[in-house]
């Protein structure tokens, strides 16, 4: 028997089963235009960039997979990189789960990616890979915070909150996606930490909870996430700039 390592295989895991409330009534928030494109399309290309990324799997409404798949295949991808779609759950942690079961049983590593981050450079999705593969079992990007945080005692929609701790800034990070995991270690954390209501939103913090150590690398600016009217402007924007560059 060879004790030769397993050759690297990383996949992605793209959760676009939520419906995105916060930017109003209409499609779901993945499927939204950006560009002229929808959003979901422009992450699964930022993934596909990737060429440590070998396979996608977009993990689609209950009840839209088929319109999903249909939408990914009117768009082209480079022809390295398969797409898989499945249905998800009615949780974001149910999503990932089943992204997680359709994958094949040679991916070594994983990355979970939001839909809703269309625009994350590919130098980014490259430093998480590059960080799992030197052996980081969970790896996320993040940036410093630009304003100061408060932590409050919540009180009722527009009631004034007394202010009740102020981190240091210099030790806080603003986490993005792709996270990145040694697949095995993402699956025992699934298997380990039940869904409890809306189930977890952090598959690292589920990762620290089995009280394994989560790296960080740094991110970008234009990994930020698309969820109010806002961010589809600034998007616009980046996309616009990127096109005119040629960067895109």
């Known amino acids: 028997m060879s004790d030769a390592p397993r050759p690297h295989r990383t996949a992605a895991v793209i959760p676009a ?4 409330v916060r930017l109003g009534p209409g499609a779901p928030k993945a499927l939204r ?17 990737s060429r440590a990324v070998s396979l996608v799997v977009v993990v689609a409404p209950s009840d839209g997979a088929a319109e999903v798949r249909h939408l990914l295949d009117e768009h082209p991808l480079p022809e390295r990189t ?9 949780t974001r942690q149910e999503s990932v789960r089943a992204g997680l ?9 994983v990355l979970i990616h939001d839909a809703a981050r269309p625009l994350v450079p590919v130098d980014t999705v490259d430093a998480v890979v590059e960080a799992v593969r030197d052996g980081a079992p969970a790896v996320v990007p993040a940036l410093p915070l630009a304003d100061t945080v ?20 210099a030790r806080l990070r603003a986490v993005q996606t792709p996270q990145g ?11 380990a930490i039940a869904v409890n209501g809306e189930g977890a939103t952090d598959d690292a913090g589920m990762v620290e909870r089995l009280g394994t150590t989560v790296m960080v690398v740094p991110g970008h600016e234009e990994a930020f996430k698309v969820t109010r009217p806002l961010d589809l402007v600034l998007a616009e924007a980046v996309l616009a700039r990127r096109r005119a560059t040629d960067a895109y």
């Open 17 to 20: 089963a939520g419906r995105g």
């Open 33 to 49: 235009a950006l560009g002229g494109t929808p959003m979901l399309i422009h992450a699964v290309r930022a993934m596909a960039r």
């Open 82 to 90: 398969e797409v898989l779609v499945v249905p998800g759950g009615d």
């Open 101 to 109: 079961a359709a994958l094949p049983a040679d991916v070594t590593s």
């Open 150 to 169: 408060k932590e409050v005692e919540p009180a009722g929609p527009g009631e004034p909150e007394p202010v009740v701790a102020t981190p240091e800034r």
């Open 181 to 191: 995991f040694d697949l095995a270690t993402l699956v025992r954390a699934h298997e």
